[in-house]
């Protein structure tokens, strides 16, 4: 089938199921919305400039999933493909790999990880395929231009705080550096606010800092000993949180109360209420 990029052909896409094709028109509009008579906007982004549209939109569709959104997520997927488009266009225009790059080295890697599949490697449970995973990961880095042999490197320092901690616990833990007993590490976040205690009395403010940052790492670890989401528990308090308070706002005008006057006392008194009521 033939197709245009114009908005009056929009109904043949519905009519094609060819994955292939409909990937090869999504590629080609890119190009068009990048050439000299595409979009302007389009055509001034940079590798930089849209960077953070790749998290927001990832974000997005981690919400949907959240949420069960289905229908959200397949429009979320479609936006997340865009942005991975987006750069390989940008990429083949200054020569450095372009879209066809991209997948090949995917499916490489897909290949290379997984030889219990594709070779004849016995491996009999997860996690001896987790273990394996990192030894072609170790294997890999060794060969790379970048010559960086640990096993962190390519853990995104973006990553949100919590996440990025239990990624580097994970691959820790299965290297063998982990508590053998989930009592050892709830012993050490006991520690760890004990030293928090201290530096308060010392009046060290860098050194509370540091062990604050020592009992998250810590509070992280217990979580993923328990197969835990810490980000998601941080999270569902939160919501929990704006729904306390937006309770105790929402009751103190109907009650004809000014809420920014009350004393702690009486917003802790709404606050089990609004605990009492959710």
Known sequence: MRYKLNRNDLENIDKINDSSKLFSILVNIMKKLRSKDGCMWDREQSHNSIK??????????????????????????????????????MASESGEFNINDVMK??????IRRHPHVFENKILNNCDEILENWEDIKKAERKKSLKKKD??????????????????IQNRASRLGFD??????????????????????KRGK?????????DTL???????????????????????????????????????????????????DKLWEIAKKNL
């Not at 069960?68 to 493909?81: N, P, V, W, Y």
């Not at 080295?105 to 897909?110: G, P, V």
């Not at 508590?179 to 308060?200: A, G, H, T």
């Open 150 to 167: 640990s096993i962190f490197v390519d853990i995104p320092k973006i990553l949100p705080s919590l996440h990025y901690a239990y990624e």
């Open 179 to 200: 508590w053998d007993e989930i009592k050892e590490v709830f012993k050490k976040i006991k520690e760890e606010i004990n030293e928090i205690n201290e530096e308060l």
């Open 52 to 89: 953070r549209n790749l998290i927001e939109e990832t974000y997005e569709a981690v919400e949907c999933i959240e949420s069960s959104d289905l229908e959200g997520l397949k429009e979320e997927l479609g936006d997340l493909m865009l942005q991975i488009i987006f750069h390989s266009q």
């Open 105 to 110: 080295n995917i499916i490489e890697k897909l």
């Open 217 to 267: 790492f810590s509070i992280v670890n217990f979580s993923r000993h328990l197969d835990i989401d810490c980000e998601q528990c941080l999270k569902n308090t939160s919501k929990k949180f704006i729904q306390r308070f937006d309770f105790m706002e929402k009751y103190a005008k109907e009650n004809n109360l000014d809420f920014k006057k009350m004393s702690l006392g009486e917003k």
């Open 205 to 213: 403010k860098d050194a509370v800092a540091n062990e604050i940052g």
